[in-house]
């Protein structure tokens, strides 16, 4: 029999005390250690990142505001926080905690889940809890955005989201963007590319954000996809926001826009056949893009923070 490896013999250590509830006198004589060398290795497998704790702190949610967004947009759940004069980046991680905590609750073992990009979808997935033994498959919903910062692409999201649900990933070995409808079709011809999406349609949830035209917030500009000339042509054409890829109007439509075309990924019609579609978006600049999704009928649950929500709704009665 090999001898165990330090790292093997702290995972035992950890799987007893923290998933088997075994104390620290109990696994010292299982193992014929004393009890401060079982408490030694519990704090070196945390310093070695081998047990991670999370403490799972109340965030406070505005719930009358929460069933107002469920009657108006006809939505099966609203995840909205109170902002309470914190930092955008603060609301974004709360917002992503609501996000994660419904996931966990809504996931079912063998499951798949289909991820788009962002950081909305980024909050969601660092707030996850890991969970292995759900074995959750992640499949990659559109083209990688190639953005400089990788963390918030699609490819290491479905990565990492699947790790921490147990599951395998599957990638979608494309840019998101291409040059021509012509080029488009190719890649979506390729076996790979057609397994991934056909995975990302059979999903039973969806996890997307929702991104804006306005040139302070808009991620496609940031990542080089758009110019800002391009992005005002948009914005002249009455593209009021995107999501996986494809721009749509204030009532959600996405028929007029050229570029839409030219994404390789599911479109908005086939997202909406996902059966829960969780989208996580904060900030007053996304408003008419938030309103656009939830007229457009593709998103069911939405994570944002209340002075957007409160936006969106006085946008939309503004009919």
């Not at 505005?62 to 955008?88: D, N």
Request: hydrophobic share 40%.
């Amino acid at each position: 029999m090999p001898t165990e490896s330090r790292e093997d013999l702290l995972v035992r250590v950890a799987t007893l005390y923290y998933e088997q509830d075994m104390n620290q006198e109990g696994i010292a004589r299982m193992l014929g250690k004393t009890r401060s060398n079982i408490s030694r290795m519990l704090k070196e497998a945390r310093q070695r990142g081998i047990v991670e704790i999370k403490i799972r702190k109340r965030i406070p949610q505005a719930t009358a505001l929460e069933r107002e967004f469920r009657r108006v947009f006809g939505l099966q759940t609203a995840l909205i926080v109170e902002s309470g004069g914190r930092t955008y980046d603060e609301i974004l991680a709360s917002a992503g905690m609501l996000a994660a905590q419904h996931l966990e609750e809504r996931l079912h073992p063998s499951d798949t889940l289909a991820i788009s990009w962002g950081t909305g979808v980024s909050a969601a997935v660092n707030a996850i809890s890991p969970n292995p033994s759900l074995q959750v498959d992640v499949a990659q919903m559109i083209g990688s955005v190639g953005t400089v910062d990788s963390a918030i692409d699609g490819p290491e999201l479905a990565r990492q989201l699947a790790i921490k649900l147990g599951g395998k990933y599957y990638y979608l070995h494309a840019p998101l963007i291409v040059d021509s409808q012509k080029t488009r079709n190719t890649f979506l011809e390729q076996s790979t590319i057609m397994d991934t999406l056909n995975r990302a349609r059979r999903a039973s949830t969806a996890l997307i954000g929702v991104g804006t035209t306005e040139s302070a917030a808009s991620s496609f500009l940031r990542a080089g996809h758009l110019t800002e000339v391009q992005l005002a042509e948009l914005r002249r054409q009455g593209a009021v926001g995107e999501s996986s890829g494809c721009y749509f109007d204030a009532f959600g439509r996405t028929e007029r826009f050229d570029i839409n075309n030219r994404v390789i990924g599911l479109d908005l019609n086939e997202v909406k056949r996902i059966p829960h579609v969780l989208a996580v978006s904060c900030g007053l600049l996304k408003t008419r893009s938030i309103l656009g999704a939830m007229r457009g009928g593709w998103v069911n649950v939405l994570a944002t923070d209340d002075a957007t929500a409160h936006a969106v709704l006085e946008e939309s009665r503004k009919g």
